[in-house]
């Protein structure tokens, strides 16, 4: 099948709006300027994974964003992938663990790695 992933992989798809949602396109691995919206309530119900891209420049940014039609990430979280850089200067990947909760990441240098810039929390 076609997902996200593999069509950033033949440049068909670039930065943009994506929906993830549990049992269907997780674990996602974002690119840069991608607004994700995570779905935990479909396929199902369950947790989803975001990956963060793994080559990141200063200034990159993703924004992840509970989108889920019920429960939300307090019900089943969304695990925020490093993908080898660190996340708040923690070598640890970070759980989004609150409904409506709203995070964009900032990638700022290979020590800090990705910041939140902004939280609804």
């Excluded at 708040?88 to 910041?115: C, H, I, M, P, R």
Aim: with cysteine; glycine share 14%; charged share 10%.
């Amino acid at each position: 099948g076609t997902t996200a992933n593999s069509m950033k992989l033949a440049g068909i798809l670039n930065q943009g709006n994506v929906t993830v949602q549990t049992g269907t396109n997780t674990p996602y691995t974002a690119v840069h300027g991608d607004i994700v919206f995570g779905e935990t309530s479909n396929g199902g119900g369950g947790t989803i994974t975001v990956n963060l891209p793994a080559s990141p420049n200063a200034g990159d940014t993703v924004t992840i964003m509970d989108a889920s039609l019920s429960g939300g990430f307090a019900s089943n979280k969304c695990t925020v992938g490093r993908n080898s850089s660190n996340i708040q200067g923690s070598a640890s990947d970070l759980d989004l663990t609150t409904n409506n909760e709203s995070v964009t990441f900032v990638y700022t240098n290979s020590t800090k790695g990705w910041q939140k810039q902004s939280t609804n929390t």
